[in-house]
């Protein structure tokens, strides 16, 4: 591979991997906040009766 085109690669993968680090971080925290727990552990079944929903 030339060395220009080696250096190219080695820096666009840089930033690439820069700008998917912390959106994937965002996202496994986010997302288990937002929902309340881990996507696929069991939701409890019991409702809350004090709730109104308007």
């Not at 666009?12 to 929902?35: D, E, G, H, N, W």
């Amino acid at each position: 591979m030339n060395t220009d085109l080696r250096n190219f690669v080695v820096a666009y993968l840089r930033v690439v991997a820069m700008a998917l680090i912390p959106m994937a971080a965002t996202a496994f925290l986010s997302i288990p906040y937002s929902l309340g727990g881990m996507p696929g552990d069991p939701t409890s079944t019991e409702q809350d009766s004090n709730r109104h929903m308007t």
